[in-house]
């Protein structure tokens, strides 16, 4: 089924570790975004991607490393997590980079850091 | 009813009724500016976009307006469904600013009540 999607929905998982989200696109968008959503802050931009092996921090980067090796994938790392990084991700994705063209959004993923 | 953005982040109103949620936006340099509406679990869905060469857009049942000279956006919605139940972000792109890329509000939720 075509669009956007986020892997996995809800993740528990302890301060110090590793964690990986993944997000999927199968529009052949270019532009990709992690957001992390907050009670009080809104939606707040971690990074985004313009293409393939181009990448670029957002509002919010330390804590988080990306990758886009390849144009339908954006995973987002957290290399050691933190209780503070407790929140709902969402990833997106835009042919026009949010230049003009609105964002496709994800389903969003709950991660609790305990 | 009328909300005042970050100010008042709940607007409840009738179902039939018509609502208008407000948006303060900081960057006179912003050209490009979206609603997004968010249910709850759910991510973020397109509603209506407008560029800084025009003051109003219509869409199905909903309009937004745009007054640059004080920086100010407003989404109506109207005959307020209970569908319509869920927290509507405006965003904005700053062409100058971080890349051009979308910063959303705070957020104001809607409640509609039978």
């Known amino acids: 089924d075509a669009g956007i999607t986020q892997s996995p929905r809800y993740k528990i998982t302890e301060t110090g570790r590793q964690v990986t989200l993944m997000c999927h696109q199968t529009?052949?968008?270019?532009?990709m975004f992690w957001y992390r959503q907050d009670l009080g802050h809104g939606l707040r931009l971690i990074y985004y991607?313009?293409?393939?092996?181009?990448?670029d921090k957002g509002e919010v980067p330390d804590g988080y490393v990306v990758s886009r090796s390849k144009t339908e994938n954006f995973p987002l790392t957290l290399e050691s997590a933190t209780r503070s990084q407790t929140s709902v991700y969402f990833c997106a994705s835009s042919d026009a980079g949010g230049l003009g063209g609105e964002l496709f959004f994800g389903e969003g993923s709950r991660l609790t850091v305990l | 009813g009328e909300s005042v953005g970050l100010h008042l982040p709940t607007l409840s109103v009738q179902e039939g009724d018509n609502s208008i949620i407000n948006c303060a936006y900081s960057?006179?340099?912003?050209?490009?500016f979206i609603w997004y509406k968010q249910e709850s679990g759910k991510g973020p869905q397109f509603i209506i976009d407008?560029?800084?060469?025009?003051d109003k857009r219509q869409g199905q049942r909903v309009t937004v307006l745009l007054n640059k000279t004080v920086k100010h956006l407003s989404l109506q919605i109207a005959a307020t469904q209970p569908g319509d139940s869920a927290v509507y972000f405006c965003?904005?792109?700053?062409?100058?600013?971080?890349?051009?890329?979308?910063?959303f509000g705070q957020g104001t939720e809607l409640s509609v009540k039978p």
């Open positions: 991607s313009a293409a393939a092996d181009i990448t």
């Open positions: 529009w052949s968008h270019s532009y």
């Open positions: 407008i560029r800084s060469n025009m």
């Open positions: 965003a904005e792109r700053a062409f100058y600013n971080q890349g051009g890329k979308l910063i």
């Open positions: 960057n006179s340099a912003s050209d490009y």
